[in-house]
């Protein structure tokens, strides 16, 4: 694969979540900034995009809240990663929004892919709880269907504790009440 000018070596001084808005016209949909460095999502599975899908049609958030897909959270001047779902204070959002910051966000919800094992089991747990968002979901294949792993930031230490791992059947608490039929069909209809 060959990268276009822009992207290397990159700016002096390295890349800043601010540049994100600024990318040129031909940069890739999807880009997230971690550690400095831009991260450009591989194609995403069908498994993928049908559990992100699932998950924004069945939540079911009090008023004040909204579910999104595929925004970034500004948590740094070097850290800029695009959680799969978002629920997010509707106050926060308006027509030009291309980001949030963390005190605007109440859940992000990543969907594992082969490629993100590493950023989406570690590194970006760290970062979310180090930002004090309260909730994180994360959400795994077996053997086709999802397996939901959740967490809630214990605010003492700033760091997520496992609150449950589910399959078949997602029902938690996180603020407001969740029921979701993890029981995705193949093809889902």
Do not use: C
């Amino acid at each position: 694969m060959t990268l276009p000018e822009w992207f290397y070596p990159g700016p002096p001084g390295g890349w800043t979540a601010d540049m994100l808005d600024h990318l040129p016209p031909d940069a890739p949909r999807h880009v997230e900034l971690i550690d400095g460095s831009l991260i450009m999502m591989s194609p995403q599975t069908a498994f993928h995009l049908y559990a992100i899908d699932l998950l924004r049609a069945s939540l079911n958030p009090p008023e004040h809240l909204a579910v999104l897909r595929e925004m970034t959270v500004t948590l740094g001047l070097r850290q800029r990663p695009e959680p799969d779902i978002l629920v997010v204070k509707k106050s926060a959002i308006s027509a030009k929004t291309t980001t949030f910051k963390p005190e605007d966000v109440h859940l992000v919800a990543e969907v594992v892919s082969d490629e993100s094992i590493e950023r989406d089991r570690t590194t970006k747990p760290i970062k979310y709880s180090n930002a004090g968002i309260k909730y994180f979901w994360r959400i795994e294949q077996e053997e086709g269907l999802p397996v939901v792993y959740t967490f809630e930031l214990e605010p003492a230490v700033k760091a997520y504790v496992p609150t449950g791992i589910f399959r078949k059947r997602l029902q938690t608490d996180i603020g407001f009440n969740v029921d979701i039929d993890l029981d995705l069909k193949w093809p889902p209809v």
